[in-house]
Antibody
Framework: EVQLVESGGGLVQPGGSLRLSCAAS????????MHWVRQAPGKGLVWVSS????????NYADSVKGRFTISRDNTKNTLYLQMNSLRAEDTAIYYC???????????WGQGTLVTVSS | QSALTQPASVSGSPGQSITISCTGT?????????VSWYQQPPGKAPKLMIY???NRPSGVPDRFSGSKSGNTASLTISGLQPEDEADYYC??????????FGGGTKLTVL
């Protein structure tokens, strides 16, 4: 059974940092692209970042470019999102998702809530 | 990075058919057959319903179908059921390995 379990969310002050993790199991993690997608309270889904199977290629939404860094450890079956210089508008549930093909994600975690507030 | 355009809400009665549109540009929907649709019940994670415009993952009922014409994709749900009530999001691959989502459509089953 495919499982994606996010962790690392919490309350952080503006300008602060957080590192999210996503533990994957039930599939061959090292062969799959992965995404981070976020959803602000009461709002829609927004793509944040993606990474290819070996971590050599990464992509970011303009809104997080230069502040967030996606990475992965295929020996630990874990995806990461390092978030720096956090802003109030980064407040959201952050989901990790397994890519089936191109932009389609066939498995999602339960999400971890990040709240940026003083 | 502008989002894809979806109607805010649609509604239908049980047994009816509804269609949700998703309008993009020539840089996403118009240029790539990588349109996906997700169903998200309140408080839950999204579920993939359609990928590559019209393909259904295993386990998704054939009442759900997808199509595309030009810069607009559509999700059709036939034989509407109460459990179909949820938020629906389209997404598309966009040039330079980016992904874009629609703003979401709330489906109400009357």
């Amino acid at each position: 059974e495919v499982q994606l379990v996010e962790s690392g969310g919490g309350l952080v002050q503006p300008g602060g940092s957080l590192r999210l993790s996503c533990a994957a199991s039930g599939f061959t993690f090292r062969t799959n692209w992965m995404h981070w997608v976020r959803q602000a309270p009461g709002k829609g889904l927004v793509w944040v970042s993606s990474i290819n199977s070996d971590g050599s290629s990464t992509n970011y939404a303009d809104s997080v470019k230069g502040r967030f860094t996606i990475s992965r450890d295929n020996t630990k079956n874990t995806l990461y999102l390092q978030m720096n210089s956090l802003r109030a508008e980064d407040t959201a549930i952050y989901y990790c998702a397994k890519v089936l093909v191109a932009a389609a994600c066939d498995y999602w975690g339960q999400g971890t809530l990040v709240t940026v507030s003083s | 990075q502008s989002a894809l355009t979806q109607p805010a809400s649609v509604s239908g009665s049980p047994g009816q058919s509804i269609t949700i549109s998703c309008t993009g540009t020539s840089n996403d929907i118009g240029d790539y057959d990588y349109v996906s649709w997700y169903q998200q019940p309140p408080g839950k994670a999204p579920k993939l319903m359609i990928y590559e415009v019209s393909n259904r993952p295993s386990g998704v009922p054939d009442r759900f179908s997808g199509s595309k014409s030009g810069n607009t994709a559509s999700l059709t749900i036939s034989g509407l059921q109460p459990e179909d009530e949820a938020d629906y999001y389209c997404s598309s691959y966009r040039s330079n390995n980016n992904v874009v989502f629609g703003g979401g459509t709330k489906l109400t089953v009357l």
